[in-house]
């Protein structure tokens, strides 16, 4: 690569830092309180805030703050209680922990499926070097370099089989 290209790929990687650093300034609620000072956070402000002194929502898609509505408005579906001031932004925070618990789940899953395929890779190479019959050796508690015999080969070879046997096969959803 040459310097030129070295400075255009930093300064790509220094803007993509900083463009990400900025998001989190995006997503913040900005409003004039009762006594006239702005007030910055990410949650929206109190109820009590009028519409008019909200100077600025987060770009994220949040629903508008809407006032309680009437029990007839409600859905026949199960909701019983009339709409209380907040629910939505109670029901969009709800939603955002549900779908950070289901990422953080599928990344756990991810990374648990990557840890079986590497263990399922070494356990099939200690079975080709346990069935090839080179002699084994492996160092005991006290440092000392000693050769498995026949036993403990068989022994060997069976939890590589077990682990093979656990390691190797899909697991089962659920």
Request: charged share 30%; hydrophobic share 35%.
């Amino acid at each position: 690569m040459t310097t030129m290209q070295h400075r255009w790929t930093a300064a790509l990687v220094a803007l993509a830092i900083g463009a990400t650093l900025a998001l989190p300034a995006a997503a913040q609620w900005k409003w004039r309180d009762s006594s006239g000072r702005v007030q910055y956070s990410d949650t929206p402000p109190p109820h009590n805030v009028p519409e008019k002194d909200i100077l600025q929502r987060p770009s994220v898609s949040t629903p508008a703050r809407t006032v309680a509505a009437p029990a007839a408005a409600t859905s026949a579906s199960g909701a019983s209680a009339p709409a209380l001031k907040g629910e939505p932004e109670l029901e969009t925070k709800r939603k955002l922990v549900e779908q950070d618990a289901a990422e953080k789940k599928k990344a756990d899953e991810a990374k648990n499926a990557a840890v079986r395929a590497e263990n399922c890779t070494r356990a099939k190479e200690q079975m080709r070097t346990l069935d090839s019959g080179v002699r084994i050796a492996r160092t005991n508690e006290k440092g000392e370099r000693e050769f498995l015999d026949d036993k403990a080969r068989a022994q060997e070879a069976q939890r590589t089989r077990d682990a093979l046997a656990s390691e190797c096969s899909p697991q089962p959803r659920q």
